[in-house]
């Protein structure tokens, strides 16, 4: 049998939070109530005419920015005609073959090495029209009795990027789609929530042996709406073509949508040539021009970015990458850790936190004074378990004071302890017994009574050294 390699590319929109829509001054923004943000230019009155949002011009240039992209001199934009009740027009105002950012590179930072994906282009375009499908069973347009069509999204401003084909498996599509979102609302440009549909995906999938030249017909990927969903999908999609090609049939070009439940992929509609846009330039409107000193402004309004993050905290605090990648999840998560490695807490002790107990209180890192919870965690080892748990829930609350807990010390006195330690063993002369037999895990079950009897107060370095040293 061959070796397959897996193609992927994708092709991501993402909506931008602008407050008002792409070509007229309309609210823009997540739900509300069907048909009431809407006017003459983005129901497409006749003679309405559109102007662009410059905040979605300089967000989309940003965006370029931070995906290596070269920002065009002229980007010019086009009518994508097709006919469809979520497009009032008639048409979409996209951009074609002059688009807003080009030939860029994305790195996804790895265990071992980095993941370079080429970025072919970013471009500009508004959003279609929200139709929902009701009636029948999946909420999609099959089976069901009629359809509305909400107007309130149609015209926000969107953004399409497409990759090239340089992913390699279905693992580090997921991986470069979480980057590239945490990227983006690092940027500030967009929620790019998945479950709201700001964010959206679709993957170009398809095989080669490994050492072939060229590609393969791939497929089109569509209706993810999760992170792991998408990796499930390609993943369903791949060990398809490769059964296909091994049992001697041939893949065709089509659009597929992943079922999760059944985990297969089933067709959309099949291709029988590219669609036919009849693309021509839109003539209300004249080409974006940016101005070299409004892209260099751009330019340096963009944060340092997560992927650049992840190395560097690798690097500066010497954490394993997984510690570095959990750390970086969220910029007020990773700005919260600076805060209390650089106020002189182990580096180390600080991201085990941080990446576990942390994490698990829910707390927001954003709302925590990072010098008084580098003190808590300096003072960790001297105060009991349940009380630090409790500090670390209540840190994000203004009046949070380290101090209020570190009083609640272990004890760690072997003259309060040893009384209590003999009194324990000798109310279990079996366990005692046992131990001195050989079962030496039976240290635990002594710990664990001292700490019951203390309430957890106990230090249990002491406890250990003083159970030690009665038993042997
Ligand atoms: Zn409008």
Not at 316 to 332: F, G, K, P, T
Request: proline share 6%; glycine share 8%.
């Amino acid at each position: 049998m061959p070796e397959w390699e897996p193609v992927i590319g994708l092709e991501i929109h993402v909506q931008l939070k602008t407050h008002t829509k792409m070509f007229c001054g309309c609210e823009a923004g997540f739900g509300g109530e069907p048909n009431t943000r809407t006017c003459p230019v983005c129901l497409a009155f006749p003679g309405a005419l559109p102007v662009p949002n410059q905040t979605a011009v300089e967000w989309t240039i940003k965006l370029g920015h931070a995906l290596n992209c070269r920002i065009a001199e002229r980007a010019v934009f086009h009518r994508k005609n097709y006919f469809y009740p979520d497009n009032p027009k008639g048409y979409q105002i996209s951009q074609y073959d002059e688009p807003l950012c080009i030939d860029g590179s994305f790195v996804v930072p790895g265990p071992e090495t980095d993941t370079e994906v080429g970025i072919v282009r970013a471009h500009l375009e508004e959003d279609a029209a929200k139709t929902v499908h009701v009636g029948g069973a999946t909420g999609r347009i099959v089976g069901s009795a009629h359809s509305n069509v909400d107007f309130n999204r149609g015209g926000t401003p969107l953004v399409e990027i497409v990759t090239q084909p340089d992913i390699r498996s279905a693992d580090d599509a997921k991986r470069f789609l979480q980057l590239l979102r945490q990227t983006i609302v690092e940027l500030g440009i967009s929620d790019a929530e998945m479950e709201k549909g700001t964010l959206r995906a679709d993957a170009n999938v398809s095989v080669r042996e490994v050492g072939e030249m060229g590609y393969r017909t791939r497929t089109e990927l569509k209706n993810m709406n999760s992170f792991n969903h998408i990796a499930r999908g390609i993943e369903a999609e791949l060990r398809r073509q490769i059964e296909t090609w091994e049992s001697g049939g041939e893949v065709v070009q089509e659009t597929l949508d992943y079922e999760v439940k059944s985990d297969t992929v089933t067709p959309r509609r099949r291709k029988e040539e590219a669609d036919d846009y009849r693309y021509f330039p839109e003539p209300d409107l004249v080409p974006v021009e940016p101005e070299a000193d409004v892209v260099e402004r751009l330019r340096s309004e963009v944060p340092e970015l997560p992927g650049a993050r992840i190395r560097r905290f690798e690097r500066e605090y010497e954490l394993s990458y997984y510690d570095a990648e959990v750390l970086n999840a969220s910029a007020a998560r990773a700005a919260l850790y600076e805060q209390v490695a650089l106020d002189g807490v182990d580096a180390k002790a600080a991201s085990n936190v941080l990446t576990n107990d942390f994490v698990a209180s829910g707390v927001d890192p954003a709302a925590v004074n990072g010098g008084e919870l580098g003190k808590l965690i300096a003072a960790r080892a001297t105060i009991p378990r349940e009380t630090f748990i409790r500090a670390l829930a209540e840190s994000a609350d203004p009046e949070f004071r380290a101090e209020t807990y570190l009083g609640d010390t272990l004890v760690a006195d072997t003259g309060e302890l040893e009384p209590l330690v003999d009194r324990i063993l000798a109310d279990n002369p079996g366990q005692v017994a046992a131990y001195k037999g050989g079962k030496e895990g039976l240290l635990g079950f002594f710990v664990g009574q001292v700490m019951k009897e203390t309430e957890g107060k106990a230090d249990p370095k002491v406890v250990n050294e003083l159970l030690r040293a009665k038993l042997s």
